[in-house]
């Protein structure tokens, strides 16, 4: 089967709007957390969230269509645009090139206004751009169309897993020649009304209101929930020899993925399914050295006592387990999009040979007993990694990426 490497990458979060300044803000350990300003939270029993500050749609839209579009997709067309730049194409076949989109939830801003415009105002105050802004796959539509992208179009709707789902996909795609190109993007902004009412409602949520700065803190004794994060990540995924002979910068191999289902519980995580998701990418790269896991590590008391132990099955003990972080202190955890913006993190962080922290890491947990790198970034050698990720509905995904030599 083909090789699959990748060549471009954006992305957009609450610490930067591009993948530069991301990427050096979440190594500095700085936070994009704070007050919810996209909505008035006043009366909600959460009001933190990390927004994207900054971020103008018209500056990546023509004004008249910015209507026509929810805001995940917007974010998505952000970060797909900085990722067609670095790769830097002069020449491609766009019937080969295709896309692979992912969202949790998609245009929920736009499902909740037009809901209560349906139940106020009635059902001929509908804006007839309500649906298709709405739709998860329309990312992928608006991209396409902006880039001429006339290979598989696909969308990978499943919750927290998506965006690393969605790399998995195109790397099928391509190893089994359904494409010789493929953008990967992940986009989310779930915080509205209904959203964070939702996850507060399931208590899912930190209630830390007080401190938004300290409320995501991965794998550490006092967490309470995850906070809410908005963003893109956006990849471009490439046959080797394609990229090779337009000599296009590499940054990246995809070596292994893995997919399962914990066929459990709806909402409540276990160890066994994110373990076999791991597993199976671990046993497809080859079983490789792995130097750093960037975890999906949530901040929830079950997701990250259940991530640490299924990684300690998988490398023999915890003695055997490579240095983890999980980045969602710094930008929150942003659903859909969490998988493909960790995948750039990580490809970063091989690049530069340095290990974002987890912050807000102070108290230890008996249950979650790896190194975490607390607080300060590590200068390491990184060839190899994994990426986690794991949704609601038991699905799992786990990628691992080598740094092409």
């Given at each position: 089967m083909k090789r699959v490497v990748i060549t471009g990458m954006g992305m957009i979060n609450a610490v930067g709007n591009d993948k530069e300044s991301s990427f050096k803000a979440i190594v500095e350990g700085k936070c994009g957390i704070r007050r919810i300003t996209l909505f008035d939270a006043s009366d909600y029993s959460v009001k933190i969230a990390g927004e994207v500050c900054d971020f103008d749609p018209k500056s990546v839209m023509n004004p008249k269509e910015v209507k026509k579009a929810d805001r995940f997709i917007q974010l998505g067309i952000k970060a797909s645009q900085e990722a067609m730049i670095d790769a830097n194409f002069q020449d491609v076949d766009f019937e080969r090139?295709?896309?692979?989109?992912?969202?949790?939830?998609?245009?929920?801003?736009?499902?909740e206004k037009n809901s209560v415009i349906a139940n106020t105002r009635g059902p001929r105050k509908i804006s007839p751009f309500f649906i298709p802004s709405s739709l998860v796959n329309m990312l992928g539509g608006f991209i396409s169309i902006e880039h001429g992208l006339k290979g598989p179009n696909l969308s990978c709707v499943t919750a927290c897993a998506a965006g690393t789902h969605a790399i998995s996909e195109a790397t099928k795609t391509i190893m089994l020649g359904g494409a010789e190109t493929m953008l990967v993007v992940g986009a989310e902004s779930a915080i509205c009304?209904?959203?964070?009412?939702?996850?507060?409602?399931?208590?899912?949520?930190?209630?830390?209101?007080?401190?938004?700065?300290a409320s995501s803190r991965p794998f550490d004794s006092d967490r309470n929930g995850f906070v809410m994060g908005e963003g893109a990540g956006a990849l471009i995924l490439e046959e080797l020899e394609s990229a090779q002979k337009?000599?296009?910068?590499?940054?990246?191999?995809?070596?292994?993925?893995?997919?399962?289902?914990?066929?459990?519980?709806?909402?409540?995580?276990?160890?066994?399914?994110?373990?076999?998701?791991?597993?199976?990418a671990f046993m497809m790269a080859g079983s490789p050295k792995i130097d750093y896991v960037n975890a999906h590590g949530t901040s929830t008391p079950a997701n990250d006592k259940n991530e640490s132990a299924a990684l300690k099955m998988l490398f023999d003990g915890k003695e055997n387990c490579p240095p983890v972080s999980s980045t969602k202190g710094q930008i929150g955890h942003c659903l859909g999009a969490a998988g493909s913006m960790e995948a750039i993190i990580s490809i970063m962080a091989m690049r530069d040979g340095i290990i974002p922290p987890t912050i807000n890491y102070t108290t230890a947990d008996e249950d979650c007993d790896l190194d975490y790198v607390p607080n300060s970034a590590r200068s390491a050698t990184i060839d190899t990694i994994m990426s986690n990720s794991f949704g609601f509905g038991g699905t799992n995904g786990s990628i691992i990426l080598r740094k092409f030599k």
């Open positions: 090139f295709g896309v692979v989109s992912a969202s949790g939830i998609g245009g929920l801003p736009n499902i009304g209904a959203g964070i009412g939702g996850f507060a409602a399931m208590k899912a949520l930190s209630t830390r209101n007080d401190e938004p700065e337009r000599g296009a910068r590499i940054y990246a191999e995809v070596i292994g993925f893995g997919e399962s289902g914990d066929a459990s519980h709806i909402t409540a995580p276990v160890v066994d399914g994110p373990y076999r998701a791991m597993k199976a």
